[in-house]
């Protein structure tokens, strides 16, 4: 079994910035950030593909920036020029096998973080 822990959401005024964090206990291949807002689908955020390279959704490209610390086992997403557009449930995603799958697609994982809430105010 894998657990996911998000933190580091908050409320912003446009154009600030935030940095989410998820600690993961047990293994995890892959891992990635997605968002949800209410009466919407679930949307990839950012992800790592299988070859560990970034993968961003183009309405975030440019001010987010996903890394981990593979020793510790975290995830991080870094938000910069927060819009309000952004405000979200932000939850965290791991898979505990390899594959080739696009790495914001929400079906290649198979674990899910509780989510963080990221509000940004006009």
């Known amino acids: 079994q894998v657990q996911l822990v998000e933190s580091g959401g908050g409320s912003v005024q446009a154009g600030g910035s935030l940095t989410l964090s998820c600690v993961a206990s047990?293994?995890?291949?892959?891992m990635g950030w997605f968002r949800q807002c209410p009466g919407a689908e679930r949307e990839g955020v950012a992800g790592?593909?299988?070859?560990?390279?970034?993968t961003y959704a183009d309405s975030v490209k440019g001010r987010f920036t996903i890394s981990q610390d593979i020793a510790k086992n975290t995830l991080y997403l870094q938000m910069n020029s927060l819009k309000p557009e952004d405000t979200a449930m932000y939850y965290c995603?791991?898979?505990?096998?390899?594959?080739?799958?696009?790495?914001?697609?929400?079906?290649?994982?198979?674990?899910w973080g509780q989510g963080t809430q990221v509000t940004v105010s006009s």
């Open positions: 790592f593909d299988f070859f560990g390279r970034t």
């Open positions: 995603a791991a898979s505990t096998r390899a594959d080739t799958l696009y790495a914001l697609r929400a079906a290649r994982y198979n674990y």
């Open positions: 047990g293994y995890t291949y892959q």
